[in-house]
């Protein structure tokens, strides 16, 4: 019996509705989903519909972009509930700084050529919060870029041509936010912090563990099972839930499968009672 506790719907940038990813998680025979859209609790009410009477435990929850300097800090939060609260209360502040965003990275590309509209992107992204991805799919479909890598590498990622930053919560901050939500705070893919020295890794994860932080994802899709022992292990020491999630977004993360992965991700229903424990409803 297994457990995914991170994917993406129409609701932000993944390709299935909450109600297909439901089904999904249905076929793959997983016990337990959390939907965590980027900046968004849109999809939640769909997803928890369409959960009763399968059996599947739906996981209301988000993922947030956090201020750090060197590298990608994303905190999925877990049980985070739809309506009013100190974090949901936060989220509309996001997305209007994702939307000046966005139109930001369309001018950059009209002024490099390319014949790229804010209207298109919106069709793309089919009314759910709009994300790079969807720009990138744009990009793509009008020929000027080979695939999802080439559009990032080459212009929507960090240090590229077309990369602009938006407004952050910063890190203690939406670790401190989810708690008082009597949400479940989880530091995301942990590679893509740029941290590479284990003591600069250890000063972090005192800093987040003592502002409140909960788990670390742990066990990712695309980590080796080496990575997956390492990164538990050092959860532990630190005092935190090794979590895990396949972070599928459907097409836009081709080869990539709910609840599996790359076909080994596998995530025990036992992580999701641990993190359970800190939960407030
Ligand atoms: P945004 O939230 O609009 O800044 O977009 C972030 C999303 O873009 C991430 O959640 C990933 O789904 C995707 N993404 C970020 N970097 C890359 C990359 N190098 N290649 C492919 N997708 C990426
Ligand atoms: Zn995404
Ligand atoms: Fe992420
Ligand atoms: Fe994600």
């Known amino acids: 019996m297994a457990v995914d506790l ?6 932000s940038d993944g390709s299935f509705a909450p109600s297909e990813l439901v089904d999904l998680a249905v076929e793959r025979r997983l016990t337990a989903l959390a939907l965590t859209d980027h900046d968004t609790l849109e999809g939640l009410d769909e997803a928890l519909s369409a959960a009763e009477d399968t059996g599947i435990e739906l996981i209301p929850g988000t993922e947030l972009s956090l201020g750090y300097e060197r590298g990608g800090m994303h905190l999925v939060v877990l049980w985070l509930q739809p309506g009013n609260g100190p974090l949901q209360d936060k989220l509309a502040g996001l997305q209007s700084g994702r939307e000046t ?29 709009i994300g790079r991805p969807h720009i990138a799919a744009v990009m793509i479909e009008k020929g000027y870029v080979e695939d999802m890598r080439a559009a990032f590498d080459d212009w929507l990622g960090n240090d590229s041509p077309a990369y602009v930053n938006r407004p952050r919560l910063n890190p203690e901050e939406a670790i401190d936010l989810a708690r008082q939500s009597g949400a479940v705070p989880i530091l995301a893919h942990p590679h893509t912090l740029g941290v590479r020295r284990s003591r600069e890794m250890a000063e972090l994860l005192d ?14 899709a695309s980590y080796r099972r080496h990575e997956r022992e390492g990164y538990s292990d050092l959860a532990r020491r630190f005092g935190l839930v090794p979590s895990g999630g396949s972070d599928f977004h459907g097409t836009y993360k081709p080869g990539l499968d709910l609840g599996i ?6 995530i025990e229903e036992s992580v999701l009672e641990e993190l359970r424990g800190f939960a407030v409803q």
């Open 101 to 129: 965003r966005n139109f930001r990275i369309v001018e950059i590309l009209q002024e490099h050529g390319m014949d790229v509209t804010m209207d298109e992107i919106e069709a793309e992204a089919g009314g759910g919060t």
């Open 6 to 11: 991170h994917a993406h719907s129409t609701a």
């Open 207 to 220: 800093r987040l563990r003592d502002a409140g932080l909960v788990g670390l994802e742990s066990i990712y």
């Open 261 to 266: 992965g790359y076909g080994d991700l596998g």
